[in-house]
């Protein structure tokens, strides 16, 4: 057995699929067998596997200044300039960033910027963050107290107090909730579209809804964009591509394409408004790679190739031919819903069929896609093309069918 203990997978598996190279939206193993990334490996491969622009990059810094920390009073160019990028891209004309390593770091960063912020702002009274039912918000701490996936947080002991999950897909039980302890609430955690959860959109209005509601009870809204962050719907962020501008948003897996763990929170007018005011004040939060050079170039470049590349204008091609063949297998009734937007979709199984068992059954048609609960999801790079889309389709068809 292995001594690698993998991630969300049981201690106890020894069969696994050793990947060795990869080239725009395929990969191969060890033995030859070549696959579509039908899932831009975890929802972040954008600008596709072995660009050589983000390996020439990478190799440039690492020659330059392969790592230094940037607690004060340090800083490198790499970090400032995407920093002012991402800012640049976000829907704040103000505001700051903070980088991490990843989204769960950029999470639990979120959520006590926000009671820290509500602090410095005179309501120190305010330290209870909301979360969504079906809302994926990574695996540390604080994240994992937010996750409205309850099997993520089983087992784990006492989590974080303070933070409480909201069912329902409306508004009404959020708006109750603020109701009875919109005094006390910091912050409402939500994903734009909800990602891990099952790949769902929101309803129409809820975003707006809840802006409202923190707007009214003096709350921040964190919009979690690690998975819509950096294109994934056609705009660069959620945030634009639903028109709802929050007050914070935590960004990850695309915005280096994975090439190097790089996460972090853009943090709009208010929160930084709060965090300045006093002079005295200094943020006693932070990582050992927060602003890493090499992960810093690696942002700059992927996000550089994307702009270049016009890969958000892709989007909506993704969107028409991916989307239009899932359609297909539901008018055909194979699936029994397709849910998604841009170049993120789902669909549902009927109760029949196992999840894990199609998947297995897609990688030997050479298709990856990732089972949630029943459903399979599908985000695959935006360099995909459309002979590469339609093998998926296909490669679904040929096994639901069965």
């Known amino acids: 057995m292995s001594a690698f203990l993998h991630p969300f997978s049981p201690p106890r598996m020894t069969d696994f699929i050793t990947i060795v190279g990869g ?17 831009a490996s975890l929802w972040y491969m954008n ?64 959520m006590k910027i926000a009671r820290i912020a509500q602090r410095e702002a005179g309501r120190p009274h305010k330290t209870t963050i909301v979360s969504r039912e079906h809302g994926y918000h990574g695996t540390n701490f604080g994240g994992t107290s937010a996750q409205g996936i309850p099997g993520n947080r089983e087992g784990f002991g006492e989590l974080v107090g303070e933070v409480v999950n909201v069912e329902g897909p409306d508004i009404e039980p959020m708006a109750r909730l603020f109701a009875e302890r919109g005094d006390r609430i910091a912050a409402v955690l939500s994903e734009p579209l909800q990602g891990a959860g099952g790949v769902f959109p929101p309803p129409e209005g809820y975003l707006e809804g809840l802006r409202a ?54 943090i709009g007018p208010a929160v930084t408004d709060a965090l300045m005011a006093n002079e ?37 091609l993704i ?58 999801v599908m985000c695959p790079p935006l360099v995909i093309t459309e002979t590469q889309m339609d093998r998926m389709v296909d490669a679904l068809a040929t096994v639901l069918s069965r």
């Open 213 to 266: 509601l923190c707007d009214e009870h003096d709350a921040y809204l964190i919009l979690d964009e690690v998975i819509t962050g950096f294109g994934r719907l056609g705009s660069w962020f959620g945030a634009q591509y639903y028109d709802v501008e929050p007050d914070m948003m935590t960004f990850a897996k695309a915005s280096s394409s994975g090439y190097i763990p790089l996460g972090g929170v853009i």
């Open 319 to 376: 969107e028409r031919r991916l989307g239009d063949g899932l359609r297909a297998l539901h008018g055909d009734g194979l699936v029994s819903e397709v849910r998604g937007a841009g170049a993120v979709w789902a669909v549902q199984l009927p109760d029949h069929r196992d999840a894990m068992k199609d998947r297995d059954a897609l990688l030997e048609q050479g298709v990856i896609v990732r089972p949630l609960g029943n459903a399979l």
């Open 23 to 39: 080239e725009g939206a395929e990969i191969w193993d060890e033995d030859g067998n070549r696959y579509i990334d039908g899932m």
């Open 280 to 316: 005295g004040f200094s943020l006693k939060h932070g990582y050992t790679y927060s602003g890493h050079p090499i992960a810093a170039a690696a942002g700059n470049q992927a996000i550089a190739i994307q702009r270049d590349d016009g890969l958000l204008d892709l989007v909506p």
């Open 47 to 110: 600008v596709g596997h072995g660009h050589p622009k983000m390996i020439e990059a990478i190799t440039a810094q690492a020659k330059a200044l392969a790592s230094y920390h940037t607690f004060a009073p340090f800083s490198n160019p790499p970090a400032e300039r995407l920093a002012d990028t991402i800012l640049e891209l976000s829907p704040f004309d103000r505001g700051r960033v903070f980088l991490t390593s990843s989204g769960s770091e950029a999470v639990d960063t979120a």
